[in-house]
């Protein structure tokens, strides 16, 4: 018999990335969604969840091998006081979920996969993040300190627990780079602001790598950043996609004209104009080898093109 993974709110390009790798590793996959379709495949089903609240799912936890949990509510966006509260509790409610499932079960799963984000160092400058930095301020920051409080206060002795935060994941199935790609197409691809500021990055497919080694090796556990060895600021992030989308210029975006356009977009400037220098100081002390530890290749490997 196949050995299960319920990935929750696994119905976004990362989740549908993992899946894939997870079934071709042998194993069973379960996704939570709120919106499941007609069976992916064989050895992937989806079924329903609001995210908050228990359901016929819980019996799919129990005797699992692991639970993944990426659910929260897409920052990019406004944020009005609406948002705010539902981009919080898509999060914390969530992990409060899993956890009353968790506790119910006669064969609890061995590892649970928690989602969190680098956002949680804010504006860091030139500072190196690892995962022993101080937190930033900021809404970002406070959403992502009470994510993690959620995570942290939580005790599930038979369980393994890990939390990955999360960088800037670069795929062309979705996530900010799909936003990047329309804008640079359109001659709108300049550096944010001073272009100063570190876009700590992570390709797809290395990040999949990461969850997969949560999963299944049991000294992964307690926060890692799952981001790239080499962030670049922002004005170099823009040269290179430029590059590779045959868009040699576009003129540079002031401050002030990104808090306008973030308006016009109906989401938040800070995603721009904000920053921080991310390393994967546990992972690399743990022997991670990364597929794509360079910009470059990793675009020229999503975009097909030689840069």
Not at 202 to 224: K, P, Q, S
Not at 241 to 257: K, Q
């Amino acid at each position: 018999m196949k050995k299960s993974v319920v990935l929750a709110g696994g119905s976004g390009f990362l989740g549908r990335s993992l899946a894939a790798a997870l079934v071709e590793r042998g194993y069973a996959v379960i996704v939570l969604t709120r919106s499941p379709r007609q069976r992916r495949d064989e050895a992937t089903t989806e079924i329903y969840w609001d995210g908050k609240s228990a359901g016929d799912w819980i019996q799919l936890i129990d005797g699992a091998e692991a639970v993944v949990n990426l659910t929260g509510r897409n920052v990019d966006c406004r944020y009005t006081p609406a948002n705010r509260r539902e981009i919080v509790e898509s999060r914390t409610d969530s992990v409060r979920a899993l956890a009353a499932a968790i506790e119910q079960c006669q064969v609890p799963p061995k590892v649970w996969v928690q989602a969190g984000s680098l956002a949680i160092h804010g504006d860091a400058g030139r500072c190196w993040c690892d995962e022993t930095a101080p937190p930033g301020s900021g809404f970002p920051v406070e959403t992502c300190l009470l994510w993690e409080k959620a995570f942290d206060s939580i005790s599930l002795p038979a369980t393994r627990k890990a939390l990955l935060r999360i960088s800037f994941a670069l795929g062309r199935d979705g996530g900010a780079l799909r936003t990047l790609t329309a804008l640079t197409r359109w001659f709108l691809g300049g550096a944010a602001g001073t272009g100063r500021q570190f876009i700590s990055w992570i390709h797809i497919a290395d990040l999949t790598r990461m969850v997969v080694w949560a999963i299944e090796r049991d000294d992964i556990a307690g926060v890692l950043n799952a981001t790239g060895p080499n962030p670049v600021s922002n004005a170099e992030f823009m040269r290179q996609l430029r590059r590779v989308l045959r868009r040699p210029w576009s003129p540079p975006v002031p401050a002030w004209l990104a808090r306008i356009g973030a308006c016009l977009i109906r989401t938040e400037a800070c995603l721009a104009l904000t920053g921080r220098r991310g390393a994967p100081g546990r992972f690399c002390e743990r022997g991670f080898e990364f597929q794509f530890p360079e910009l470059r290749p990793a675009l020229n490997d999503l975009f097909g093109r030689q840069i």
